[in-house]
């Protein structure tokens, strides 16, 4: 049971990537506890609620909320509410938003305590099923559209430890393109719609895994983290 004090807490709560099924017991009884949850997409987080029967206050937290959405979560925090945040799918924080949102409390109400409830993450799913050295890793997070894009494919290019990235359907060609012009002797594997229906996983020098996406268009669909070799 969640514990009451003068500040309310905050937690972070993870949540599946893909299969409801992985979400752990603790955070679902955290998501019946608190007095209301904040979602990336209210939409996405109310199918995961209504799936467990959890009937709870929701609203949006995204990369384009303004700063009223932070001050409301303050004051509740300080009026003694317990918030939980969840994304649409993983880690909140990584790579995404949640991570202002830690700061400026940690910041402003540092007696507040913020809980991690953890559980699944893209990240670490495809680093465990890659085959593919993970005593050191860099994590890219999602790459710049445009400016500095370049800039970090060369740098995976000399780089002497596992690079890692999360990719979007728009952008996959032209990554396998960068990484066959940059990279082309490093062994890339990739991740795709891990813990769904359609989940593979496709590893080969640049070059093989492009031709894959090539001759099978229907796999650029979904979402993916790419792992490329040190060597």
Not at 121 to 132: E, F, K, Y
Not at 179 to 186: E, N, S, V
Request: with cysteine.
């Amino acid at each position: 049971m969640i514990e009451f004090g003068k500040k309310g807490k905050l937690f972070i709560v993870a949540t599946p990537i893909g299969n409801f099924e992985d979400i752990t017991l603790r955070a679902l009884r955290v998501l019946g506890e608190v007095d209301m949850i904040f979602c990336e997409d209210t939409r996405e987080g109310k199918k995961l609620l209504n799936h467990y029967k959890i009937d709870k206050l929701t609203d949006s937290f995204h990369a384009q909320s303004n700063q009223g959405k932070t001050e409301k979560i303050i004051e509740l925090l300080e009026a003694g509410k317990n918030v939980a945040l969840i994304s649409d799918a993983g880690t909140p924080g990584i790579s995404d938003p949640g991570v202002a949102l830690v700061h400026e409390a940690r910041v402003r109400l540092p007696e507040a305590e913020i809980i991690s409830i953890p559980g699944p993450s893209a990240l670490t799913a495809a680093l465990s099923i890659s085959g593919i050295p993970t005593d050191e890793f860099i994590f890219y997070g999602f790459l710049p559209h445009k400016k500095g894009r370049q800039t970090i494919f060369k740098e995976i290019a000399e780089l002497k430890r596992t690079a890692v990235f999360y990719e979007s359907p728009h952008r996959i060609i032209k990554t396998l393109e960068s990484l066959r012009k940059h990279a082309p002797d490093k062994k890339i594997t990739i991740a795709r719609e891990l813990t769904k229906i359609h989940e593979e996983i496709l590893a080969g020098s640049a070059e093989d895994v492009l031709a894959i996406f090539q001759n099978n268009p229907e796999k650029s669909r979904g979402e993916f983290v790419v792992i490329i070799s040190a060597e």
